[in-house]
């Protein structure tokens, strides 16, 4: 089957990844769209899972206020790069961190951190495990995989607190 250039541009437009991914991903997938982001989501899963160990030092502090001031969070984002730190698409993620973090209240970044005693679900005290607020459907562990393929640099939420007044 021919691979239209329209189709690449908008299986890109859609998933953000390269030109030649997305003509590959859209032949395995016999031109059909949806079949060819879950072929660049899986392979941008395992291309995260290499990036991993590489260290993050860079990154931004992002706040949500929510409205009427009475709630609030801050959370660390690292990158790798200054660069991608000040792109749009990572002060977008930064941001939709933090207003996860105020809608949900997570104690803990990872299921990782929580400590034996606790015996609570890592979907409810666990950030990286918790449903993405914006889309049910993906954790935020996923959305992070989802970053990291796109921008080809690690991405790690280091910490983050949750203000509310009376708590």
Do not use: W
Request: charged letters at 30%; hydrophobic letters at 40%; aromatic letters at 4%.
């Amino acid at each position: 089957m021919d691979i239209t250039a329209d189709q690449i541009k908008a299986l890109r437009k859609l998933t953000g990844a390269g030109i030649m991914d997305c003509k590959r991903a859209l032949e395995q997938a016999s031109g059909n769209l949806d079949e060819a982001q879950i072929v660049l989501r899986e392979k941008g899963l395992s291309s995260a899972e290499k990036k991993a160990s590489r260290i993050t030092e860079e990154g931004l502090v992002e706040s949500y206020i929510h409205s009427g001031g009475r709630l609030g969070a801050i959370i660390e984002v690292n990158c790798e790069t200054d660069f991608v730190a000040r792109t749009p698409e990572f002060k977008t993620l930064a941001h939709n961190l933090a207003m996860q973090v105020a809608a949900m209240a997570p104690s803990y970044v990872d299921s990782t951190d929580i400590p034996e005693d606790v015996e609570a679900s890592p979907q409810e005290v666990s950030l990286l495990q918790q449903p993405f607020i914006k889309d049910q459907t993906m954790t935020v562990q996923d959305i992070l995989k989802e970053t990291i393929s796109k921008m080809g640099e690690n991405v790690k939420v280091r910490r983050f607190t949750r203000f509310s007044l009376g708590e």
